[in-house]
């Protein structure tokens, strides 16, 4: 069966640090994978998305980039935090266009202070 | 744009009753739809998913309704349990793999 993991759980950062998250799939192969981030009793917003190793499409200019250096391991990072960027992330995959359902990780609370 | 949409931001019901959660839709292309259960702190959950080419669709104690011709979407649950109170949110495929989400209904279940 498939899972997917993220870490870390919860993550309490300052103004200006930079940020790793990761996000990594088992039990598939070549999954798509998404980045979205949830603010406070609000939906999810799509940040960014990949189908491939190397390949990310960037949903919203911001501070946050994404890498894809394994098929099955998806990061999001960025250089300097900024107050904004506080909120819950979540990580989904699915396997491809034959299956339109994402699941989704347990995602990650970032504080930036 | 594509946009989705609920209509009751908080619903409470007793355990027991039967609870049903709306939203609307506005592309009237979409073509699928899903349900996703959110308890506070964790990842959303898959419910049940829903084609347009179909206007019901039953799990277990779930039932999704679609009416695409007012782009209406509803979540029923039958027996409400304490369990079962969370944040539900529904989606719609929004281009390629892309899922589009409403704002959210939190439902309060009280024993």
């Known amino acids: 069966s498939q899972t997917i993991h993220q870490w870390p759980a919860t993550l309490v950062q300052p103004v200006g640090s930079p940020l790793s998250l990761e996000c990594t799939v088992e039990?598939?192969?070549?999954?798509?994978l998404y980045w979205y981030r949830q603010a406070a009793g609000r939906g999810l917003q799509l940040l960014f998305y990949?189908?491939?190793?190397?390949?990310i499409s960037s949903e919203v200019p911001q501070n946050l980039s994404a890498s894809r250096p394994q098929d099955r391991q998806f990061i999001l990072s960025s250089k300097k935090l900024l107050l904004s960027d506080s909120g819950f992330y979540l990580c989904?995959?699915?396997?491809?266009?034959?299956?339109?359902?994402?699941?989704f990780g347990p995602g990650t609370r970032l504080t930036v202070l | 744009g594509e946009s989705v949409g609920l209509h009751l931001p908080t619903l409470s019901v007793q355990e027991g009753d039967n609870s049903i959660i709306n939203c609307a839709y506005s592309?009237?292309?979409?073509?699928?739809f899903i349900w996703y259960k959110q308890e506070s702190g964790k990842g959303p959950q898959f419910i049940i998913d829903?084609?347009?080419?179909?206007d019901k669709r039953q799990g277990q104690r779930v039932t999704v309704l679609l009416n695409k011709t007012v782009k209406h979407l509803s979540l029923q649950i039958a027996a409400t349990q304490p369990g079962d109170s969370a944040v539900y949110f529904c989606?719609?495929?929004?281009?390629?793999?892309?899922?589009?989400f409403g704002t959210g209904t939190r439902l309060l279940v009280s024993p």
């Open positions: 989606a719609e495929r929004g281009g390629f793999q892309k899922l589009v």
């Open positions: 990949s189908v491939g190793i190397g390949q």
């Open positions: 592309n009237s292309a979409s073509d699928y």
């Open positions: 989904a995959w699915n396997s491809g266009p034959s299956t339109d359902t994402q699941y």
């Open positions: 039990g598939t192969s070549n999954p798509n």
């Open positions: 829903i084609r347009s080419n179909m």
